[in-house]
């Protein structure tokens, strides 16, 4: 039968690659089939062999449950109609989520009229190439094939097929297009069981892929618990917030999942990793939802803000509260092993001074699976007196295969790797050296969120940004790792900040090409920052560092230069200032406009250093120039041929300022959350 189907270019555009990722896309069809009062949905995913030559790793993909299905009566309202809202709070658009995966998909159903007291079904095939390219379409004709079915007893269902995957070429350029790994065979029954944990769990929901029944047996370490914690709102309403506790089998991590309500049912709005180093090692893994039918739904959307929205702020300290005073009850054997082990005659660590911090929490988790098993301390076995500085040189020795499986819960390929490792090294320096090159990733990437993020419009007049500089002047070069402090010489200082005022202090203007005009609105009142130190060279001489860093809206241009050479030139005349002190002045700017950067290329081209502008012939005033971005990229290439194995979470801005600039007044806050992806 020949229909029409109705839509316009803008809603096209909102329905064709508009979910996060094909995962996501995928879920929106499991919830039309919950909405659809399914209790069974059936999933089936034709894999690509490994001798097949096939754009995607999926073949097909079918997914059909045994809700109400659509008569034909209802076929223009709830298919052909692309505008319609067939669902109570939703769009009703989730039918084509298919087309984010494939271009060719098919709709079967069988749907009951009790209007006409009859069963009917129909089969209509769609492809994305019917919309044609530029989208401006109004109607599209399908040829579907409609039937009313003999007799009265039909099970009615609603099924989707999904063919002709896209392939590399159209997921580089649209990436949301991509097949997710969720979708693989080892890991697609686990992300349905993360996405509908309670509904399977309840029974509500069976879900069957390939053949086999999800049981809720295969995931979940008994009940789940729910727990009701009040969350009073800056208004001071109180909300009575829902916490559902899962313990899973495959899982050796706490996730936090934030939950909205879309149309009748909790969806994940956002995930989170929950952490702390008092967690006992037997905890293992957990899914933790939280709900609630009181709050906005919008509270989650400024969850990457922090300190700038104060409802996220109170409501995020809230969730890691509740989080951990339930597994606080619950670590209890932990924290009293951990107790009476360090009041142990037998510990190795009475003398802090001698031990890491990071050696201590792996001897004290391994310790309470030994003690778990053999009871040594409880029983005041006088074998302690062995197995303990065992445990302690097995730790220190590099033998750490078992200390890894039970606590790290790395993979076996990782801990070959790391095994060959400690043949070149022992553990300390390993600990020693990772946390190193990861605390100066983390320190790059927050000083990147605090120049170039979302961030930088709340450091006002780079007040803050200056402390934080302070204390990561490594960026500059390693030689201003450590030994660099305030300077000593009042006098010097005066004449420096006077110095500057005279040669430095002036208005960009379009004229002279210095104005960056693709820096948004809020970022212009920010202005230049100029800070000063010194490092200790000999008993003698001293190298003082001047860093002149230009506001965001200031490109470097030939005035910029000209006024810096001018600084270095009245620092060399006055007579006031040591023969035995050194300059490297450093200008910094987030860009650079072309004729200038035409003329550094010239002079960097033989020079080591790539921001070396000029040096004295007496060598004891250098100009660097550089740009943020270029000096962030070449120090992360430093780092990555230094650890190319080691992964670093991304920096939470708002928590390292609180654990690493604690005098700092930048919104002190510290959380264990951590934020994941939810595709």
Not at 169 to 190: A, G, M, R, S, Y
Not at 522 to 535: A, G
């Amino acid at each position: 039968m020949g229909r029409k189907l109705t839509t316009n270019s803008r809603l096209v555009n909102e329905l064709f690659a508009n979910y996060i990722s094909t995962f996501t896309a995928f879920s929106e069809l499991m919830n039309n089939s919950i909405h659809a009062k399914a209790t069974n949905i059936w999933i089936d995913i034709a894999y690509a062999g490994e001798d097949e030559i096939t754009p995607s790793l999926i073949k097909k993909l079918v997914i059909k449950d045994d809700g109400i299905g659509v008569h034909v009566t209802d076929l223009e309202r709830k298919l052909f109609d692309i505008g319609t809202t067939n669902k109570d709070g939703g769009k009703g658009i989730g039918r084509f989520a298919s087309f984010q995966l494939g271009k060719e998909v098919s709709i079967e159903t069988v749907g009951y009229s009790d209007k006409s007291k009859s069963f009917t079904k129909s089969l209509i095939p769609l492809h994305f190439d019917m919309f044609g390219k530029n989208l401006n379409v109004s109607d599209i004709d399908v040829e579907s094939n409609e039937q009313v079915l003999e007799g009265k007893s039909h099970k009615t269902y609603y099924q989707v097929t999904i063919n002709d995957f896209y392939d590399s070429v159209i997921t580089d350029k649209e990436p949301k297009k991509k097949i997710i790994d969720k979708f693989l065979q080892n890991n697609i029954q686990d992300a349905i069981f993360e996405k509908y944990s309670l509904k399977i769990f309840n029974k509500d929901i069976i879900f069957h892929v390939n053949g086999k029944k999800m049981e809720p047996s295969h995931f979940i370490i008994d009940s789940p618990v729910a727990k009701i914690f009040p969350f009073t709102d800056q208004k001071g309403t109180e909300h009575k917030v829902v916490f559902n506790f899962i313990q899973i089998k495959k899982v050796d991590k706490i996730k936090v999942f934030l939950t909205t309500n879309n149309a009748g049912i909790q969806t994940i709005g956002n995930g989170f990793e929950f952490d702390a180093q008092w967690l006992s090692p037997k905890i293992g893994g957990w899914y933790v939802y939280v709900e609630s039918n009181t709050l906005p739904t919008d509270l989650y959307r400024n969850i990457d803000l922090d300190e700038m929205d104060e409802d996220w702020k109170n409501f995020r300290q809230f969730v890691k509260d509740s989080v951990s005073e339930f597994y606080r009850a619950r670590n209890a054997e932990y924290d009293n092993f951990s107790l009476k082990l360090k009041n142990d005659e037998f510990y190795p660590f009475k003398d802090k001074s001698s031990s890491s911090k990071s050696k201590e929490v792996i001897f004290d988790k391994l310790a309470f699976l030994v003690e778990d098993k053999y009871h040594l301390l409880n029983e005041n076995n006088k074998l302690r007196e062995i197995i303990y500085p065992l445990i302690d040189r097995t730790i220190s020795n590099g033998e750490l295969d078992n200390i890894i499986k039970n606590i790290l819960h790395l993979n076996s390929k990782t801990i070959t790797k790391f095994t060959n490792l400690l043949e070149k090294t022992d553990l300390e320096s390993v600990i020693e050296f990772s946390d190193k090159v990861a605390k100066k990733i983390e320190d790059l990437e927050f000083l990147e969120k605090l120049v170039y993020s979302e961030i930088s419009k709340n450091v006002k007049e780079r007040k803050e940004l200056h402390k934080f500089l302070e204390k990561m002047l490594w960026v500059f070069g390693e030689e201003f790792n450590q030994n660099t402090k305030a300077l000593s010489d009042k006098n010097l200082e005066n004449n420096l900040l006077k110095l500057r005022e005279d040669c430095l202090s002036y208005k960009p203007s379009k004229n002279d090409d210095n104005i960056n005009t693709e820096i948004e609105t809020p970022l212009r009142s920010i202005t230049d920052l100029f800070l000063y130190n010194e490092r200790i060279l000999d008993y003698k001489k001293r190298e003082v560092l001047v860093v002149e860093l230009k506001a965001p809206r200031v490109k470097i241009s030939s005035k910029e230069l000209l006024q810096v050479e001018k600084y270095a030139r009245e620092i060399d005349k006055n007579n006031s200032i040591s023969q035995n002190v050194s300059f490297k002045i450093l200008l910094v700017s987030s860009a650079i406009n072309s004729d200038t950067e035409f003329k550094l290329e010239g002079i960097r081209k033989n020079n080591d250093n790539p921001y070396l502008y000029f040096q004295s012939s007496t060598g004891k005033i250098e100009i660097w120039v550089m740009r943020w971005s270029d000096l962030i990229e070449n120090v992360k290439r430093k780092l990555s041929y230094m650890s190319s194995e080691l992964k670093t979470k991304d920096v939470d801005v708002q928590q390292k300022a609180a654990k690493d600039f604690e005098e700092v007044d930048f919104g002190k806050y510290n959380s264990t959350l951590k934020k994941v992806s939810v595709n």
